[in-house]
Each structure stands twice: as structure tokens, then as C-alpha cells.
């Protein structure tokens, strides 16, 4: 069976250089499948992943970037590692 989900970009468009946005959305998607999240949600996570490596040139994730990511997730009521058991 295939399933498709569409998820839009999370938070305000400040991109500022693409490096490492695949390998953070991949990164993400599969820290949603490994916390058995939907594959909607693990498609947010990964969107709030790499949307947060964007933010920084080089593909540098900065504690600033970390935190965006972690209060987007939080707004989207999905588990961040800091709440995950």
C-alpha cells in the first residue's frame, strides 16, 4: 500500500542556504519512524528538521536553529527528543 502526505513548509521562509536540508528532513522523518509517529507526522518532523538547518549558512545548526526546531514541534504538539520516553 502507498500513502502520500503532504506537508507544507513549517514556520516563516528565512532560508539562507540549503546545504544539509535533505540529510535533516531524513534525519527527522525517521526519528518520527522510530517513535512510531504517522507518516504525516514524521513528514512534520523532518519539515521542522531541515526547515531549521536552512536558517544558517553552511549547514551549520546553531542552538538558536535547534531551539526554532524544537518550539516548532512543540506548536505542532509533536514529541521532541527533549520530551521523549
Not at 14 to 42: H, P, R, W
Not at 61 to 85: G, S, V
Request: hydrophobic letters at 40%; aromatic letters at 4%.
Amino acid at each position: 500500500m502507498c500513502q502520500i502526505a503532504r506537508v507544507p513548509a513549517i514556520g516563516e521562509a528565512k532560508a539562507k542556504d540549503a546545504t544539509g536540508a535533505g540529510d535533516l528532513f531524513a534525519s527527522g522523518f525517521l526519528y518520527g519512524v522510530i517513535k512510531g509517529m504517522t507518516l504525516e507526522q514524521c513528514c512534520q518532523v523532518g519539515a521542522c528538521s531541515g526547515g531549521s538547518v536552512v536558517r544558517s549558512l553552511g549547514g551549520e545548526l546553531t542552538l538558536e536553529n535547534l531551539h526554532w526546531m524544537n518550539k516548532h514541534m512543540q506548536i505542532m504538539n509533536l514529541l521532541t527528543p527533549n520530551t521523549a520516553k
